[in-house]
């Protein structure tokens, strides 16, 4: 998250796409305990982790803030 931050902070310099960032990296997270909560309470531990770890996968790679810089840019472009 905190590379994703710098990178937006450098790219756009406005502090609503900061909150937006910070919104999508814990409801990702909010989501992945949420699925994995699911498996442990149904009694499917494994394939709650196995979810829950594709998710958080997803976060920890490049295509995180690749996706949401694409999107930033897209949103600015459109209210031009």
Sequence with gaps: MG???????????????LKITVLFFT?????????????????????????SRYIIEFIESPLAPFFLISAMHLYNKSKS
């Design 3 to 17: 590379l994703s931050l710098v990178l937006v902070k450098i790219i756009f310099d406005k502090k609503e796409y």
């Design 27 to 51: 409801a990702i997270f909010g989501l992945s305990f949420i699925l994995f909560g699911i498996g442990y309470i149904t009694g499917f531990i494994q394939e709650g982790y196995t979810v």
